[in-house]
């Protein structure tokens, strides 16, 4: 299994946006091919700091949802609410 983990740092005021676009995307589209989960983590000791984590069947499959017109189009509202982009890890699960 294939993890995407890519921290944010969210513009004052709009954690509640940032997740609940989250949520909204998970809600009202259809699961992209390979996707198992995500889980949404807030940083305890830096303010406004996000993470995303993926778990995906492989890379190729995270690869064509970001690829898509759909994902491009989130991607454009999400940016509204992210003031920065800090890191991306790509993982393999081992247990």
Request: charged share 35%; net charge negative; hydrophobic share 35%.
């Amino acid at each position: 299994m294939y993890t995407h983990i890519v921290s944010f740092k969210v513009k004052k005021g709009e954690g509640i946006s940032f997740v609940e676009l989250q949520q909204f995307e998970e809600i009202t589209e259809a699961k992209p091919a390979g996707l198992d989960h995500f889980h949404i983590f807030k940083d305890r000791n830096e303010e406004n700091r996000f993470f995303l984590v993926e778990y995906w069947s492989s890379k190729e499959d995270k690869d064509r949802m970001e690829n898509s017109k759909e994902y491009q189009l989130f991607n454009e509202h999400r940016k509204l609410v992210i003031e920065k982009k800090y890191e991306t890890f790509e993982c393999d699960v081992i247990i």
